[in-house]
Nanobody, 120 residues
């Protein structure tokens, strides 16, 4: 069964850090660019970050630049999102997705999401 499974979400205080993982099963990630998206209550889903299939190219939304870092370990079939200096505005459900080509191409697979809550 083809799946993307996110993990690592939870409750964290403002200023804290979390590392999200996106693990693939049923297919290998190394052929895909992988993006992280988030959706806050009452808001549309937005792109947060993306990494090319080789890992040689990354992109970030302006709102997370300098605080978040995306990486991948193709040997482990996993992509990570390190999130630092978290603020309440980062509270959302975070999804990973496999793009059909580059980070500008459509989504082939979505994960089910993991909740991140930033609150004191």
């Amino acid at each position: 069964q083809v799946q993307l499974v996110e993990s690592g979400g939870g409750l964290v205080q403002p200023g804290g850090s979390l590392r999200l993982s996106c693990a693939a099963s049923g297919f290998t990630l190394d052929h895909y660019s992988i993006g992280w998206f988030r959706q806050a209550p009452g808001k549309e889903r937005e792109g947060v970050s993306c990494i090319s299939s080789s890992g040689g190219s990354t992109d970030y939304a302006d709102s997370v630049k300098g605080r978040f870092a995306i990486s991948r370990d193709n040997a482990k079939n996993t992509v990570y999102l390190q999130m630092n200096s978290l603020s309440p505005e980062d509270t959302a459900i975070y999804y990973c997705a496999a793009h059909s080509g580059s980070c500008l191409d459509g989504i082939h697979y979505w994960g089910q999401g993991t909740q991140v809550t930033v609150s004191s």
